[in-house]
């Protein structure tokens, strides 16, 4: 059995920076409804970008 632990407020945090890296002035996030919408949208309120989602 593994000790490893993750903190997925870390996790966010670190893909948070990394987006931000790559922003341009024409980014848009979208995430897929059956998986990744939570996280677009998330993401897109944290960096002022408008969300969006596709099923």
């Known amino acids: 059995?593994?000790?490893l632990?993750?903190?997925?407020?870390?996790?966010?945090?670190?893909l948070k920076r990394g987006v931000q890296r790559l922003?341009?002035?024409d980014t848009?996030?979208?995430g897929i409804w059956s998986g990744?919408?939570?996280l677009a949208e998330r993401?897109?309120?944290d960096l002022g970008l408008?969300?969006?989602v596709i099923s």
């Open 50 to 52: 408008a969300a969006g």
């Open 23 to 25: 922003l341009t002035p």
């Open 5 to 14: 632990k993750l903190d997925a407020e870390a996790l966010y945090l670190e």
């Open 43 to 45: 993401l897109a309120a």
């Open 28 to 30: 848009a996030l979208v």
């Open 36 to 38: 990744g919408a939570w």
């Open 1 to 3: 059995m593994s000790d």
